[in-house]
């Protein structure tokens, strides 16, 4: 019988990373300059490995294999085969990340991709003052972009804003972005790590020489209709025992925020639901046993498990397909 499944994260070390998702989470990692922790993944450059349980040592693709729509429900299956649909990360920006853009489905596709990369983000932890990249400024032309990037000026045409933890920015395919410095996000993505860098900082390793751009693809993708679109963010449900906000629907992923206090029961339907516990912790009982989640944590419940009650004193992020 399937069971809530856990996995060890994997690390990826970039030159804008530091030592944050250490502090942050109480894990041990060595390196200094972790900047991703991949927390649930099925890709060729990373492959989560299921870490309890009697799968424990199983790769997430082979249990994909095994066991199909019981894990993935009987839709996302349909839509994706043994395909994961989706890629789950904790992101440390000690410093500023490029500013990018990501492809949609069609142009992805074509350019030999499987999707495109629509993401979410949710600020786990922020530096006082604390900034982002979220599109260009108000009014930017395509023809006014062009032009700041090919004389350098790209900071000047940026939409920059202000972020605190808790706050969620949706950054569909097509919107100019950039993490900076300081900021500790936990992100919801499409399955691809697709990104178009068009800008970044000025920076050079020790020889000199900067990261590759990806000036022509980035332009091709840039959605300058929609660069300053807010996230919609609701709260319809709250009682003494749990309070539930509707972070975001797409066609993509749909994510809530759970925040319990005692006791919340609910129910798989029909599809896999991923759990990321951004704060405290306790435990969740179904039919077959009762698992632990804590700070940290990313647990993947399989669709076949149907009713389960969440107890103890935590707040979840909540994802599963629309």
């Not at 920006?93 to 990018?100: G, K, M, P, T, Y």
């Not at 516990?277 to 046993?289: F, L």
């Amino acid at each position: 019988m399937l069971y809530p499944l856990k996995f060890d994260p994997i690390y990826k070390q970039i030159i804008w990373g530091g030592t944050n998702i250490s502090k942050y989470f109480h894990r041990e990692i060595i390196s200094d300059r972790v900047a991703e922790s991949w927390e649930l993944c099925c890709r060729d450059d990373g492959t989560s490995i299921v870490s309890s349980g009697v799968l424990k040592g199983m790769s997430l693709q082979d249990v994909i294999f095994k066991y199909k729509d019981k894990l993935l429900g009987e839709k996302t299956y349909l839509s994706f085969g043994t395909r994961f649909p989706l890629l789950i990360k904790i992101i440390d920006a000690n410093e500023n990340l490029s500013v990018q853009v990501h492809p949609g489905d069609d142009y992805a596709k074509i350019t030999g991709d499987k999707c495109g990369k629509n993401e979410l983000w949710y600020i786990l932890d922020a530096k006082a003052n604390s900034k982002l990249v979220y599109g260009v400024k108000k009014d930017e032309t395509k023809a006014g972009f062009i032009k700041a990037v090919s004389e350098n000026k790209t900071e000047q045409v940026l939409n920059v804003v202000d972020a605190s933890a808790g706050d969620v920015f949706y950054v569909p395919a097509g919107k100019v972005h950039a993490i900076l410095s300081g900021i500790l996000i936990a992100e919801i993505q499409q399955n691809s790590n697709t990104t178009y860098r068009i800008y970044d900082w000025g920076r050079v390793d020790k020889d000199g020489r900067g990261r590759a751009l990806n000036t022509v693809q980035a332009l091709d993708v840039i959605d300058f209709d929609s660069q300053n679109l807010p996230t919609i963010f609701s709260q319809p449900e709250k009682n003494q025992d749990y309070s539930l906000d509707v972070v975001l629907r797409s066609e993509y992923f749909n994510v809530d925020k759970i925040s319990v206090h005692h006791q919340y029961k609910s129910t798989t339907i029909g599809c896999f639901i991923i759990f990321m516990c951004i704060k405290g912790g306790g435990a969740i009982i179904y039919d077959g046993g009762t698992c632990s989640i804590i700070l940290g944590e990313t647990l993947l419940f399989p669709a076949c498990i149907g009713k389960f009650v969440i107890n103890g004193s935590m707040t979840l992020l909540s994802i599963y397909m629309p």
